[in-house]
């Protein structure tokens, strides 16, 4: 099946530090999702973006929707060890369908 | 809030035989479920799409007749892996959307791994 393009693919940083990540697509998106997933759970929604260009927090945690409609990024700011997992981003491609596309993850660790 | 709930949360089958996972809106309607399936290490493909009333869609590449999908009600889909082989153990998510509004996230259960011997 397709996926996105999802960057890093995983990282270490320290207690406290900021963190980016991001989604790129070759083709257009009209909404995208990031989701966050502990081991052997289902993935939590964090943040939904419908529009391009829009930015939204949730806590430490903002997100973009890129205004080329191909892109998305997320950043967690002064990282905590909870914040360790898989973040996974989605999106719906604008083709009026309501199937979402999932990106191949980050995995964070944060080391205290 | 939307509250998805799924079960069993892990299942250990012998090989030959068949699972049934169940995937519950609690406390809203879902007009449409999806089933996900995760390998470890790796992110959630799409299986199928669940339509309340109707026949389920399959992605390319997965057997209908081996992952039954049933979505008799307005808050329950349940899949079912027929005679289940050790290639089948991995994790299944499901999510589900409510049956009004457009613009929303879609909310997932907790999951189901499956571990066939």
């Known amino acids: 099946g397709q996926q996105l393009n999802q960057s890093p693919q995983s990282m270490f940083i320290q207690e406290g530090e900021d963190v980016s990540m991001n989604c790129t697509s070759s083709?257009?998106?009209?909404?995208w999702l990031w989701y966050k997933q502990d081991p052997g759970e289902g993935p939590v929604l964090l943040i939904a973006l419908y529009k391009a260009g829009e930015l939204t927090s949730n806590g430490r945690l903002t997100a973009q929707f890129g205004i080329t409609r191909k892109d998305s990024f997320l950043n967690i700011s002064a990282s905590i060890p909870s914040d360790v997992g898989i973040y996974f981003c989605a999106g719906r491609p604008d083709s009026g369908t309501y199937k979402y596309i999932f990106g191949t993850g980050t995995r964070l660790k944060v080391l205290a | 809030g939307a509250v998805v709930s799924q079960h069993p949360s892990w299942v250990i089958c012998k090989s030959g035989t068949s699972v049934k996972i169940e995937c519950r809106s609690l406390?809203?309607?879902?007009?449409?479920m999806f089933w996900y399936r995760q390998f470890p290490k790796q992110s959630l493909m799409l299986m199928a799409t669940?339509?309340?009333?109707?026949?389920?869609?399959?992605e390319q590449g997965v057997e209908k007749d081996k992952f039954l999908i049933n979505h008799a009600s307005l808050t329950l889909s349940t899949l079912t892996v027929t005679s289940a082989h050790p290639e089948d153990s991995s994790f299944y998510i499901c999510?589900?959307?409510?049956?009004?509004?457009?613009?929303?996230?879609?909310?997932f259960g907790s999951g189901t791994r499956l571990t066939v011997v």
């Open positions: 999510s589900a959307r409510k049956s009004s509004g457009i613009n929303y996230g879609y909310t």
């Open positions: 083709s257009i998106f009209n909404t």
């Open positions: 669940s339509n309340e009333g109707s026949k389920a869609t399959y």
């Open positions: 406390d809203f309607q879902a007009t449409t």
